[in-house]
């Protein structure tokens, strides 16, 4: 069965202190893992797309990186304005409309 | 910014009543799709379509129709609302330009069945 885990549910991070999030994925014929922001009220706010193994992708503090088996988020010097709930996708296998399944999310508080 | 834009943003209605969500977008994409988010679960597929009158089923579609006469207008209806569909409902588009396959979410619509 196609699945996205994400960990941990909830970090607490202390402004400066840099970390990581995970995305790990059991789906056939990866299509592209997808990284996603959500403030409170708000929609998901698209960050980066990951398509093979050893790619990276870089934005501001985010950096974005793809195993076969997971995906990391890594967050370095974070500020009070990060705080948010990160969520990653994945496509589901079989079929052409880009159905995506997603991960429950890592909500991200980072404190000055 | 996708030229999303979701009406109602909020609503509260009663059991039984039914109601319409509209999706509506200025960029002529030929697929979109309506989620709902509930805490614990994250975000579901409940229909999505791939063209005006192309529409199809999501893993939530139970109590819920869709409707799509116009490229730009993506409606979801609940037939008789219940307490279960208490819920945030967000619609997306699929950018299909180039290579990759985002989707961009608009801002929600809170819907509070009593």
């Known amino acids: 069965e196609d699945q996205v885990t994400q960990s941990p549910e909830a970090l607490r991070l202390q402004e400066g202190e840099s970390s990581s999030l995970n995305c790990s994925y059991t789906?056939?014929?990866?299509?592209?893992l997808f990284w996603y922001r959500q403030d409170p009220g708000k929609g998901p706010e698209f960050l980066f797309t990951l398509y093979s193994a050893g790619e990276e992708k870089e934005k501001e503090r985010l950096k974005a990186t793809l195993t076969k088996k997971e995906s990391f988020l890594h967050i370095t010097a974070p500020k009070p304005e990060d705080s948010a709930t990160y969520l990653c996708?994945?496509?589901?296998?079989?079929?052409?409309?880009?159905?995506?399944?997603f991960g429950k999310g890592t909500k991200l508080s980072v404190k000055p | 910014d996708a030229g999303i834009t979701q009406s109602p943003r909020h609503k509260v209605t009663e059991t039984g009543t039914p109601v319409t969500l509209r999706c509506h977008q200025t960029?002529?994409?030929?697929?979109m799709y309506w989620y709902r988010q509930d805490p614990g679960h994250g975000l579901r597929l409940i229909h999505y379509s791939y063209g005006v009158k192309d529409t199809d089923k999501g893993e939530v579609s139970d109590g819920y129709s869709v409707s799509r006469s116009k490229t730009e207008d993506f409606l979801l209806t609940l037939e008789s609302a219940t307490s279960s569909q208490t819920s945030v409902y967000f619609c997306a588009i699929r950018s299909t330009s180039g290579s990759t396959n985002e989707q961009f979410f608009g801002p929600g619509t809170r819907l509070t069945v009593l």
């Open positions: 789906v056939s014929g990866l299509r592209g």
């Open positions: 960029e002529n994409h030929r697929y």
């Open positions: 996708a994945v496509p589901r296998y079989g079929g052409s409309q880009g159905n995506l399944i």
